[in-house]
């Protein structure tokens, strides 16, 4: 076992989920602190309008975001399952094919999405004063696909074999450059919203490089090859399979966010600057849930490879005590303390930090209730099943708070109503998912016997 990896498979299921999940929080929670810091330092020395030039975009970075994400989750269940299997040819050809082809993926996104960008910002009623900055800022980042692709796909690989130290360490790295370049760019070169895109580019490709030094360089434990990257049809079908469905799933989270947004613009640019500066707390609290379920996920999966269902079943527990206790604890602290922490982006305006606050109320305060989703959703993908769940998110989110926004919002105009959709829209899918989750994991189990089977029994047979 290499130094900074974690062996899943033996020892106490706590002690080791934590000691792979802590590196994932933190990896998270520094992406989100210079995240924040983007914010505000645009929002104090780019003004308010700056500001809400990037937070009125912040919805489709995010379904970008979460969309790509979740095809990464395929790579990680696959290699992982691979990993625990101790099957090391498979788990390389996993890993070749994931590179490229989250390359090529990510190439055909940025080409499309620079076309739609225009009408799909001036569809979702971006007020005018504050428009052109937002398709700048967007143009600016959707640059980033590729090189966020590849990095994502990388982390995946190095995760499922116990790694979460070193995606760590490059986050840091970049997430430093990344401060440093917007302090220059945004205050020294007054570029603005440019500035913060320019700089996100920059940093987000760093981090893609230096992964990819530590997959290929010559004497890596990875051992990987530029000359052996290509598209194994049976391993791109196993990664689309499981990611697909998963980053449909989290695309579509990040999309029921769109109506919504489309709301918030409706009450000005001060609520959307309010809106912005408060989906940073969103930020803290809902990466640490998720970076726990990444954990829980990547336990999962190599225990199934491994054939281990019991400590499968003792991953989805103690995962989901983390998950839930950590939701509470991250989201009353942003409760307690949410004047302050919002009037960091917003430089004293007074009616725009009340925007926030609303937000913060709204979601911080019952944020908890999602970890109960995120652990059934972890374990299910960690057994590769996704599509379920993917169906049951998509329509009990996306769906049910679209007509939140149409039906409710229009007698009740203010953010912490609007954002209620919320804690409702997660409580019903909750409800959904219990219904489905033993039914599911006991037909994935029944089709791993089968395989089994199947693969140990003689030829003439």
């Known amino acids: 076992m290499k130094r900074g990896t974690v062996d899943l498979l033996h020892g106490n299921v706590l002690g080791k989920l934590l000691a792979f999940s802590v590196p994932l929080v933190l990896t998270q929670w520094l992406q989100t602190l210079f995240n924040s810091a983007d914010s505000m ?112 796909s990388g ?14 360490i490059f986050l840091t790295i970049a997430g430093i450059c ?8 945004v205050i020294a070169f007054r570029w603005g919203v440019a500035g913060v895109g320019i700089a996100t580019v920059i940093t987000q490709y760093l981090s893609a490089v230096m992964a990819l030094i530590i997959l290929f360089r010559p004497g890596s434990e990875y051992g990987m090859q530029f000359s052996r990257l290509r598209l194994h049809k049976d391993k791109v079908i196993q990664i689309v399979r ?28 001060l609520a959307v600057a309010g809106n912005a500066a408060a989906l940073n707390l969103d930020g803290f609290t809902f990466s640490a849930m998720t970076s726990l379920g990444q954990g829980l996920m990547v336990f999962t999966g190599q225990c199934v ?12 527990l103690n995962g989901m005590l983390m998950i839930v206790g950590a939701g509470a604890l991250v989201g009353w602290i942003c409760v307690l303390f949410r004047m302050q922490l919002v009037g960091l ?3 004293g305006n007074t009616e725009a930090i009340m925007f926030g606050e609303q937000r913060v109320m709204a979601v911080c305060s ?16 960690g057994y590769a ?70 693969r140990t029994q003689p030829p003439d047979a």
């Open 178 to 185: 990344n401060v440093g370049l917007n302090l220059l760019f």
């Open 41 to 152: 330092i645009v929002g104090r020395w780019g003004g308010e309008g700056a500001l809400a030039s990037v937070g009125s975009s912040f919805v489709l970075n995010m379904l970008i975001i979460c969309f790509f994400g979740g095809l990464a989750a395929g790579v990680t269940v696959c290699t992982a399952t691979d990993w625990g299997a101790g099957d090391r040819e498979s788990f390389d050809r996993t890993a070749h094919t994931a590179i490229l082809l989250a390359f090529l993926v990510g190439l055909f996104a940025t080409v499309l999405f620079q076309i739609l960008t225009r009408p799909v910002l001036t569809a979702m009623n971006v007020p005018e004063d504050i428009r052109p900055g937002a398709i700048l800022y967007f143009r600016l980042y959707l640059l980033v696909i590729p090189g966020q692709m590849v990095y994502n």
């Open 345 to 347: 982006f917003l430089a």
């Open 155 to 168: 982390a995946g690989i190095m995760r499922a074999r116990g790694d979460s130290q070193r995606p760590l």
């Open 305 to 316: 490879g491994a054939r281990d269902f019991r400590r499968a079943r003792k991953v989805l």
């Open 385 to 454: 099943v996704s599509l379920p769940q993917a169906v049951i998110n998509g329509l009990g989110l996306f769906g049910f708070r679209t007509l939140w926004s149409i039906f409710y919002f229009p007698h009740h105009r203010d953010l912490f109503h609007l954002y209620l959709s919320y804690p409702v829209a997660w409580t019903l899918c909750i409800i959904a998912m219990v219904s489905i989750y033993v039914p599911m994991v006991r037909r994935r189990l029944a089709q791993i016997e089968a395989e089994d089977a199947a």
């Open 242 to 269: 499981i990611g697909l469905p998963a980053g449909l799933q989290a695309s579509m989270l990040a999309a029921s966010d769109i109506p919504l947004q489309t709301c918030v613009n409706s009450l000005g640019s």
């Open 366 to 381: 019952l944020a908890f209730i999602y970890g109960f989703l995120e652990s059934m959703n972890s374990s299910l993908r």
